[in-house]
């Protein structure tokens, strides 16, 4: 990712929702998950948008979603 394009404070903003949502939706964080800084930075990069980023990433680990969301 172009750290260029975006601060460090956003960064840490869009590292904190993406850590926030992989819990959300699979009860692991990123260290749990053996997700890197970079890996989140180049998955949110793909869709822009931290939420949709982290649900990719855990999918794409095999990780299982937790219940459904919002019942």
Do not use: T, W
């Amino acid at each position: 990712m172009d750290m260029n394009r975006i601060g460090k404070f956003e960064m840490r903003a869009i590292l904190n929702e993406f850590d926030a949502a992989l819990i959300r939706l699979f009860g692991v964080n990123m260290v749990d998950a053996a997700i890197s800084r970079h890996d989140a930075l180049e998955a949110y990069r793909q869709v822009h948008c931290p939420r949709k980023a982290a649900e990719a990433s855990g999918l794409r680990l095999g990780l299982k979603l937790q219940g459904l969301q919002g019942a």
